[in-house]
């Protein structure tokens, strides 16, 4: 988005960038801000997490925190503040993740291409869950053109309005998973590829988040939880044989206190006092060949010798 908006001279050195997020996207644009010398605004809800926060600011970009609360069309939400913010400020550009079609083009060209040679073409389901847009619609637009029996499974977490029919949407609740879901349809998500939507809650999403570390070894944000949740039951339908491309979207960094503590998810309600107080107890296995259960007395160590300051090496 940066580079097209740099080739059509929307934007030029000394201009200042402001960007409204949940925090992934502000990452990437403070990324490249910071390697090309912009001055970085991110306007971001309250809910999203602090190591967000404090990668923007390593990244040296200024953060604004709006109402998690506040609706989209509302003036001090985190979009409100940033459309506020290119109109107070001279030179102050946004270059709008939502609306911008430099975001789908970049997964077209780029993600969904990666995926397709890597595959060998060779897909048969492909499952996405919806934030922005930009990378449901970049892949799933890819995938139909190269093969329109490719089967497109969308993911919404209950509380947004992205997943289609309108139905699925009736019931209206905050969520604590970030980087997906949204009160409004943003301009670049283009929903008329998706064959099937799942509604995901935030507890399919951190408790199959956590799983995918556990039992794969792999670091990923909330968000894949619920991807891989969908993913699951999308596969109970599938006939041996074919091949089923998850997208995971997110990783562990921004998340260290939030659904990867214990503590957390207790506290949120994701996990029972009993489950906690078993993963944090300490485990003893007695094992005297290797000296576990040794006091410091058994400890055959040998007396320690004192050399002075004024010692030689000689």
Known sequence: MLLDAEKTGRVQKGDILVEPTSGNTGIGLAMCAAARGYRMI?????????????TLRGLGAEIIRTPTEYMTEHIDSHMGVAWKLTQELERCH???QYS????????????????WDQCEGKIDVVVISAGTGGTMTGIARFFKDKDPNIRVVGVDPYGSI????????TKICPYLVEGIGYDF???????????????????DSFLYARRLIREEGMLVGGSCGC???????????????????????DSIRNYMT?????DWMYLNGFLEEKT???????KLVPNRAWGQDFTVGDLPLTKSETISSTSTIS
């Open 185 to 203: 349809i943003p301009r670049v998500l283009d929903r008329t590829p998706v064959d099937k939507w799942y509604k995901s809650t935030d507890y």
């Open 276 to 282: 906690v107080l078993e993963n944090n107890t300490p």
């Open 258 to 262: 939030k659904y990867l503590s214990d």
């Open 227 to 249: 991807a891989l949740w969908a993913a699951l039951e999308e596969a109970k339908n599938l006939e041996e044989g074919k091949r089923l491309v998850m997208i995971l979207p």
């Open 162 to 169: 992205l997943a289609e029919p309108p139905e699925l949407n």
């Open 42 to 54: 991110i306007t971001m809800p309250e809910k999203m997490s602090a190591e967000k926060e404090n």
């Open 100 to 115: 911008n079609p430099s975001n789908p083009i970049a997964h077209y060209e780029g993600t969904a291409q990666e995926i």
């Open 94 to 96: 946004m270059l709008d």
